[in-house]
Every structure is written in structure tokens, then in C-alpha cells.
């Protein structure tokens, strides 16, 4: 168990609609990251945020949006889901804002499937 | 854009025999490599990690070999295991102070290990 919590663990929904995936971090880390993995992508980083403020933006479509509560959960809101969204989004914490050295703990992820 | 490519695909290997992956990379900012091992229905977890002030760094049965000159990096598990089986991904992430403006980690695509008895 990394100690990151991420709900729910399935999600099945239509296409147009919207979903909210919710991620809790390990206790103290401060840092959130937001990862798409899908079969032919590999893991994709999507946004980190650190202490409540986004820090660092990659392959995050304009359809998807994400936040970080001052009680540092976060949130990734994804809307207008195309078939193409079906993934696996795993949320991944580490302890200070620079990356380079810590290590970086990974919930079991959501599945989202949109049909 | 920064990539790192992983080589193979998939792998299936004896038990008892010695697992190789291959990463390699461009971006010359990147000073800190992990390999995450991934079980089927979990997420990925970190197993090894070295960074380019050394050429070999092992852990167990785990082992990474780094050339800087190259921009490679390897993973070597020895004396494979069935519980080996899992999705290997090399990673890598740039200098804290080398002013990409990011520092989150790069995956390669990922190697399906199978370690048959």
C-alpha cells in the first residue's frame, strides 16, 4: 500500500458526460501529479500540483481540468468524454515540489471507461 | 520533446535467467533515472534508481547500468523469478536547477516481463 488513495476505482459512464476522479496523497506530501496510462501511451503525465497550486502542465487536454484542496487532495474533472478518454488514471504523490530525487508513490488508479 | 525509449516491448525469460530492459534518452537535463515495477491491477511502484555521477547501482537482484555518454541505461535482473512478472518502465526527470520548468517524470512505454518456470 503507497498510502495514496484514489476513488473510485472504476467508473463506466457515456460519451458528453463528465467525471471526477478524487486522489488523496500520502500523509505530508505536499506534491500531486495526475498520470493517464492507456495501452498504446504508456503512462502519460498530465499536471502536478504543488500545496494547492498547479506547478507543471503536459499532456492535459483542454477537456480536462484538475485542483488541489487546501487539505492537499486533489481532484482531476475530466468532461466531454470521448471514447478515446478510456484509460487508466493513476494520481501520484511525493513529498516537496522538486521532482528530481524523490520518490514518487502511486495510487492503484481509476479506471474510466466510456462507452 | 522529451522521450525516453524502452526496449523491449515484452520479455519472457526463464526462471533463473537474467531479465534485460534498455532505456534511452535524449535530453542531457536528465539527472535522475527510476525504474517503477507494475503488477496487474496496481500502480506503479519504485524499485531502483541511480542517477549519472555512477555507472552501476545495484539493489538485490537488481541491477541499473548507466552510460552517460550514450544517454543509456539498463535494467539487469538476476537469477529471474516468476514473481518477477510484471510491466517494467524506465523513467527519468531533469535537474532541479536546470531551468526545464518542470520536473516531472518521463516513462518509457513499458516491457511486459513474463518469467516462466
Known amino acids: 500500500d503507497s498510502g495514496v488513495t484514489q476513488t473510485p476505482k472504476h467508473l463506466i459512464t457515456a460519451t458528453g458526460q463528465r467525471v471526477t476522479l478524487r486522489c488523496s496523497p500520502r500523509?505530508?506530501?505536499?506534491?500531486v501529479y495526475w498520470y493517464q496510462q492507456s495501452l498504446d501511451q504508456g503512462l502519460q503525465f498530465l499536471i502536478q500540483y504543488y500545496n494547492g497550486e498547479e506547478r507543471a502542465k503536459g499532456n492535459i487536454l483542454e477537456r480536462f481540468s484538475a485542483q488541489q484542496f487546501p487539505d492537499l487532495h486533489s481532484e482531476l474533472n475530466l468532461s466531454s468524454l470521448e471514447l478515446g478518454d478510456s484509460a487508466l488514471y493513476f494520481c501520484?504523490?511525493?513529498?516537496?515540489?522538486?521532482?528530481?530525487?524523490?520518490?514518487?508513490?502511486f495510487g492503484e488508479g481509476s479506471w474510466l471507461t466510456v462507452v | 520533446q522529451q522521450q525516453v525509449k524502452q526496449s523491449p516491448q515484452s520479455l519472457i525469460v526463464q526462471k533463473g535467467g537474467i531479465s534485460i530492459i534498455n532505456c534511452a534518452y535524449e535530453?542531457?537535463?536528465?539527472?535522475?533515472f527510476p525504474w517503477y515495477q507494475q503488477f496487474p491491477g496496481k500502480g506503479p511502484a519504485l524499485l531502483i534508481a541511480?542517477?549519472?555521477?555512477?555507472s552501476e547501482k545495484k539493489e538485490g537482484r537488481f541491477t541499473i547500468s548507466f552510460n552517460k555518454s550514450a544517454k543509456q541505461f539498463s535494467l539487469h535482473i538476476m537469477d529471474s523469478q516468476p514473481g518477477d512478472s510484471a510491466t517494467y518502465f524506465c523513467?527519468?526527470?531533469?535537474?532541479?536547477?536546470?531551468?526545464?520548468?518542470?520536473?516531472?517524470?518521463?516513462f518509457g512505454k513499458g516491457t511486459k516481463l513474463s518469467v516462466i518456470p
Open positions: 500523509s505530508g506530501d505536499l506534491s
Open positions: 535530453n542531457t537535463a536528465f539527472d535522475y
Open positions: 501520484a504523490s511525493s513529498v516537496d515540489l522538486i521532482l528530481s530525487g524523490n520518490t514518487i508513490y
Open positions: 541511480i542517477r549519472p555521477d555512477v
Open positions: 523513467a527519468a526527470s531533469p535537474h532541479a536547477y536546470s531551468g526545464a520548468g518542470s520536473y516531472q517524470l518521463t
